[in-house]
Every structure is written in C-alpha cells, then in structure tokens.
T-cell receptor, first 112, second 115 residues
Framework: SQQGEEDPQALSIQEGENATMNCSYKTSINNLQWYRQNSGRGLVHLIL?????REKHSGRLRVTLDTSKKSSSLLITASRAADTASYFCATDAYPSYDKVIFGPGTSLSVIP | DAMVIQNPRYQVTQFGKPVTLSCSQT?????MYWYQQKSSQAPKLLFH???????NEADTPDNFQSRRPNTSFCFLDIRSPGLGDAAMYLC??????????????FGDGTRLSIL
C-alpha cells in the first residue's frame, strides 16, 4: 500500500508532557498531512508539510519531514487532556495529487 | 460556516437492504471523497470525484456505488449491505489542483449498523 506504519500505535502520557508520533510512507509524495480524530467524529486537519519543507510549526504542534527516510514526526508540546484523540498522517498517492491515503494512526491518551 | 454535512449520523439497515448515505458541502470544493473506517482503523478510501470524474479504488467492492449530481452533493449507495459493511463512512472535500497542497475537510461521518 502507499502508506507504511505509524508508531507508536498507542501512547499514554501525563498532562504537560510532550507527545511524539511517527509516520513512515513508501513512495514519493507531494506533501504529508496530519489529522486528528476525536472519538466518533470526523477528522480535523492539523498541518500540511510539503515535500520540499523539513519542519513546520503551528501553535503547540511541530512537524518534521525527512524525505530521504520517508518519514515524518508530529510533536505535541505541553499536552492537555483535550489532546486525547487518534492522530493520522496522510499522503497523496503520487502521481495522483488528489488521492489521499491514511496511515494506521496513533491513539493518544493524555491523563489529567 | 462553510462545512461538510453528512446525513444521517446513524443509520441502521437490514442485511441485504439497499441504503444510501448522503454528503453535502458549502465549501464549493471540486473534489469529494468517501472513506470507510472500521473501529480503531485508518480511513480507507473507497472512491473520489474530481469534478464529475469518478475514481474508484481497485479494492472497493462492486456493492458500493456513488453519485455526484452536482458540486454540492455526493451519495454513497450500498446495494446489498453485508455484516462486514458495518462501519463509519466519512465524506471529505478538498480544493483540487494546486498540486494537491490543500487540506481535506471532513464531515462527522455516518455510522452504519447492519441487522
């Protein structure tokens, strides 16, 4: 498949700690995106990083992309209970820019 | 607010009885997607429309069909639902072109149960 693995599959941390999630993919990409999904809801876009970018920040989120290793990481700093959710990375299925494929996701639990 | 709306939020149907799920959007996006998501799994792409062009995934069962009568609406038809089709169905939209560098916008999904 287009996507590889996300790691870890599940992560449990204390409020205030940082959470790091990793994503790997298999083929060339145009961009990589991270989404959050609260239980029973749709996905919410967090951040998009283009293939020619190495790092991107948005609030407490920091995303890195290493195209040589075909991997990305999402760092959430100073986590809050409200960050409890599943996090998915997604890539376009190059050369089809409009076909978007999701990785298996990381389930994050932030304990108050 | 511009958004993606899926109706109904919960749908119960009988084994083998056709069911239609609907999605509407006010974002005027030209690309629309249907994903199937089973418990604790990633969303799985079923098909997507780029404008009126339909793109089916190779592993999408023939039991699943879709219609897009206009830019705003898209429907997912399951002709003869089986127990394995019980899942959350997610609709998403995106502004196409621009080398795909646009985020997807998701509805809250329809959770389908099969009796």
């Amino acid at each position: 498949s287009q996507q590889g693995e996300e790691d870890p599959q599940a992560l449990s941390i204390q409020e205030g700690e940082n959470a790091t999630m990793n994503c790997s993919y298999k083929t060339s990409i145009n961009n990589l995106q991270w989404y959050r999904q609260n239980s029973g809801r749709g996905l919410v876009h967090l951040i998009l990083i283009r293939s020619n970018e190495r790092e991107k920040h948005s609030g407490r989120l920091r995303v890195t992309l290493d195209t040589s290793k075909k991997s990305s990481s999402l760092l959430i700093t100073a986590s809050r209970a409200a960050d409890t959710a599943s996090y998915f990375c997604a890539t376009d299925a190059y050369p089809s820019y409009d076909k978007v494929i999701f990785g298996p996701g990381t389930s994050l639990s932030v304990i108050p | 607010d511009a958004m993606v709306i899926q109706n109904p939020r919960y749908q119960v149907t009988q084994f083998g009885k056709p069911v239609t799920l609907s999605c509407s959007q006010t974002l005027n996006h030209n690309v629309m997607y249907w994903y199937q998501q089973k418990s604790s799994q990633a969303p799985k792409l079923l098909f997507h429309y780029y404008d009126k062009d339909f793109n089916n995934e190779a592993d999408t069962p023939d039991n699943f069909q879709s219609r897009r009568p206009n830019t705003s609406f898209c429907f997912l038809d399951i002709r003869s639902p089986g127990l394995g089709d019980a899942a959350m169905y997610l609709c998403a939209t995106r502004r196409g072109g621009l080398y795909g560098n646009q985020p997807q916008h998701f509805g809250d999904g329809t959770r389908l149960s099969i009796l």
